[in-house]
């Protein structure tokens, strides 16, 4: 699966739109981006996932560059229950679902 | 609402005795589910992928004889530290997926486990 790069930490606003970025630059046609969020001591939490559209849900919405090198993830308004770990990762859906996690981003979201 | 669900959520045990895990899916059949360990400050590492009806298959490093993992029926796995020791203590979390392409995996809240 290819790797994914994101920053290590970033800051966010309460109320203010959270845009996190990841680097998949080595993605192949048949891999799919997937993002998850980690709060503390909890298991990972599926946020949403995209081939190649954009796609948006009640969580989220998932900007892909047409290349596919790169992806962004918005959450419109951030809340304070959003800070977390965010990850971004790239699978074929083919190879048995299994998910390799990288480092991720601890979004901190601030009052 | 939760489609994995992971039991205990925590567990204190002393060295040397074994400590089972149960992972199951609600209201869908997996047959396969995986298993993870994270440490502190670490990210999740991919420990075992559990099949139904047949052996697990374990990642490297990781110890088939000490994590046994069972997964007995569609909606269940399970797994167990044996001989646990204070460096087995973990944050131990499983994950599945309903069966469909493009379906997400879901994870379990995972088990804390602490080996005194």
């Known amino acids: 699966d290819a790797k994914t790069t994101q920053p290590p930490s970033m800051d966010c606003a309460e109320g203010r739109a959270a845009n996190l970025p990841c680097n998949h630059s080595t993605i192949s046609g048949n891999e799919y981006v997937y993002w998850y969020r980690q709060i503390h001591s909890q298991g990972p939490q599926y946020i949403i996932h995209g081939l190649k559209n954009n796609e948006t849900n009640e969580m989220a919405s998932l900007i892909i560059t047409e290349d596919r090198k790169s992806s962004t993830l918005i959450l419109p308004h951030a809340t304070l229950r959003d800070t977390a770990v965010y990850y971004c990762?790239?699978?074929?859906?083919?190879?048995?679902?299994?998910?390799?996690f990288g480092g991720g981003t601890r979004l901190m979201v601030k009052p | 609402g939760a489609v994995v669900s992971q039991h205990p959520s925590w567990v204190i045990c002393k060295s040397g005795t074994s400590v089972k895990i149960e992972c199951r899916s609600l209201?869908?059949?997996?047959?396969?589910m995986f298993w993870y360990r994270q440490f502190p400050k670490q990210s999740l590492m991919l420990m075992a992928t559990?099949?139904?009806?047949?052996?697990?298959?374990?990642e490297q490093g990781v110890e088939k004889d000490k994590f046994l993992i069972n997964h007995a029926s569609l909606t269940l796995s399970t797994l167990t530290v044996t001989s646990a020791h204070p460096e087995d203590s973990s944050f131990y979390i499983c994950?599945?997926?309903?069966?469909?392409?493009?379906?997400?995996?879901?994870f379990g809240n995972g088990t804390r486990l602490t080996v005194t």
């Open positions: 209201d869908f059949q997996a047959t396969t």
């Open positions: 559990s099949n139904e009806g047949s052996k697990a298959t374990y």
């Open positions: 994950s599945a997926r309903r069966t469909g392409n493009n379906s997400p995996l879901h």
């Open positions: 990762i790239v699978v074929n859906n083919n190879a048995g679902n299994m998910l390799t």
